[in-house]
């Protein structure tokens, strides 16, 4: 399973934009990248996720690289409810996106001041 | 819609007993996975159900075991319980042919003492 590096913490300010950035020199050519984020005392949730072109959502935005070997996970404007562990994955094309095993590292804790 | 829920949220077992979680998935939803989240750690995954049979497994020992009912819903069995399988259980859910995105439900916090 190809690794993902992240930072430990990060900290933002209210209404600012956050990067979260994501190191995967190891990917392969089928791999999809995926973030996910976990409030305190609950699942993780899903964020976003992409293959080769940058991704916009209602939660967020996904830029990849040109190689591919490291992404960025973009919150518009951070609210103190985006605080919470966000989590860079890579899932193979085995089954499909959806179906394929998580492989969750120790991700990003997101600290949000007002 | 209800979203995945698992049941209990809670539970206390001492060493040596065996215990079952339970999962219902998102209305629709054909595709059923365990992971195991320590305190401080990432969740780790177990294994994965689609159409009543386990289709990929993780670094995990026999002593779990699933299941998946036709009506999607999976349970996680953990026989001769160790101090060391105390962690939050987490079950998501999936389209096989889904788009990409997995929802999990808030976990059930096993205490083996």
């Known amino acids: 399973d190809a690794k993902t590096t992240q930072p430990n913490s990060m900290e933002s300010n209210e209404e600012e934009p956050v990067h979260l950035p994501c190191n995967h020199s190891?990917?392969?050519?089928?791999?999809?990248i995926h973030w996910y984020r976990q409030l305190p005392s609950q699942g993780p949730e899903y964020v976003i996720h992409?293959?080769?072109s940058n991704v916009n959502n209602r939660m967020a935005s996904l830029a990849i690289a040109e190689d591919r070997k490291s992404s960025t996970l973009i919150l518009h404007r951070a609210t103190l409810r985006d605080a919470a562990v966000y989590y860079c994955?890579?899932?193979?094309?085995?089954?499909?996106?959806?179906?394929?095993?998580?492989?969750f590292g120790t991700g990003t804790l997101l600290a949000v001041q007002p | 819609d209800a979203g995945v829920t698992q049941s209990p949220t809670h539970l206390i077992k001492t060493r040596g007993q065996q215990v079952t979680l339970r999962c219902s998935p998102k209305s629709g939803h054909d595709t059923v996975s365990w992971y195991q989240q320590a305190l401080g750690q990432g969740p780790q995954f177990i294994f994965q159900?689609?159409?009543?049979?386990?289709?990929q497994r993780g670094n995990f020992p026999d002593r779990f075991s699933g299941h998946q009912f036709p009506n999607y819903s999976s349970e996680l069995n953990v026989n001769a319980l160790l101090l060391g399988d105390s962690a939050l259980y987490l079950c998501a859910s999936s389209l096989n042919e889904g788009r990409g995105e997995a929802f999990f439900g808030q976990g059930t916090r096993l205490t083996v003492v």
């Open positions: 190891t990917i392969s050519g089928t791999d999809y």
């Open positions: 994955i890579l899932t193979s094309g085995s089954y499909g996106g959806a179906t394929n095993k998580l492989i």
């Open positions: 992409g293959l080769t």
């Open positions: 159900y689609y159409e009543e049979e386990e289709r």
